[in-house]
């Protein structure tokens, strides 16, 4: 059985930073085999990618709105995802949700869309007061 796990999402002062994480277990594949993302979906809003990463980690996307200030990477070591979020802004507020999928769901090519992401956490929230 897949489990995703989330962590990390707390209250936030507008300009600080935080830290995501998200682990994966279960799976039948290795870690490095899967494309992965982070989603994020605020309160009476549609869900929206924020960033993912390739199977080999030499791409990587970011939504217009966070880049230059969120940085996705990983350690395939910890089979661990990050998610690291520079200059918060209130805007930012969300469920953010971590999402693994085939390597297909994202080559690099265009842009990276949940509806391509198989295993899912449950989320964790981030806040960001002004």
């Known amino acids: 059985q897949v489990q995703v796990a989330e962590s990390g999402g707390d209250l936030a002062q507008a300009g600080g930073s935080l830290s995501l994480s998200c682990t994966a277990s279960?799976?039948?594949?290795?870690?490095?085999?899967?494309?992965m993302g982070w989603f994020r979906q605020a309160t009476g809003k549609e869900r929206e990618t924020v960033s993912c990463?390739?199977?080999?980690?030499?791409?990587?996307y970011y939504t217009d709105s966070v880049k230059g200030r969120f940085t996705i990477s990983r350690d395939i070591a910890k089979k661990t995802l990050y998610l690291r979020m520079n200059s918060l802004k209130p805007e930012d507020s969300a469920m953010y949700y971590c999402a693994l999928g085939p390597p297909q769901a994202y080559t690099g090519r265009g842009a990276c869309s949940g509806s391509d992401f198989s295993y899912w956490g449950q989320g964790t929230q981030v806040s960001v007061s002004s």
């Open positions: 990463i390739s199977w080999s980690g030499r791409s990587e």
């Open positions: 279960g799976l039948t594949l290795d870690f490095d085999d899967h494309a």
